[in-house]
């Protein structure tokens, strides 16, 4: 079954497909081609855009680099001990294009949390990580995630204001965060590093509980840098 797997994963690197082509490229049974590209796409390895069509998803990209990437290396360090101090969910993202990429996370042990996998794509438009790697993007990204967000230009100009952005069940009903840019050595924004959890437990003000500890995990893993 891992050798059928690959396949497809081989067959959709080359074009992206549907299942009718990709049982051609592979020789699979259309049942067991469905099975195994929607289970791949589950774990983030295929991705399947609007015109269902399955191509490698993130999870591949995050896999690779994660052997000499320097963000994840500092993330693998200043993330667990961001966790420790808030108990709550951490999660660090990259924007790529119209989308925020989950690219390192911790959990805490126990309790409700906000669980985000790793290699999860979500949407730009809501949401504090949104927030901020919308106000530090170039003009033509910023109008284009406005067009459809639930903030405002006058939101991103307060985000970089502050310096941080906060959110309230605006990307999922119940759940808050706060996200704080990171910057890399040239002072370029690169990642957006965010504590999240239910709302009950975080408060509808959650920049006023983390915001100090988030930009002080934000230095750190700019520190790494």
Known sequence: MLDKAVGVLWATAAEPCGLAELCERTGLPRATAHRLAVGLEVHGLLHRGADGRWRPGPALAELASRSGDPLLEAA???LPRLRDVTEESVQLYRRDGMHRVCVAASEPASGLRDTVP???????TAGSGAKVLAAWADPATQR???ADATFSERTLHD???????QSVA???QGVASVSAPV??????VVAAVSVSGPVDR???RPGARWAADLLAAAEAL???L
């Open 170 to 172: 605006e990307r999922e």
């Open 118 to 124: 790793v290699g999860s794509r979500l949407p730009m």
């Open 76 to 78: 693998a360090l200043v």
């Open 222 to 224: 700019q520190h790494r």
């Open 159 to 165: 985000v970089r204001r502050r310096g941080w952005a």
């Open 183 to 188: 910057r890399d050595s040239s002072g370029q």
């Open 144 to 146: 284009a995630v406005l």
């Open 202 to 204: 975080i408060g509808r």
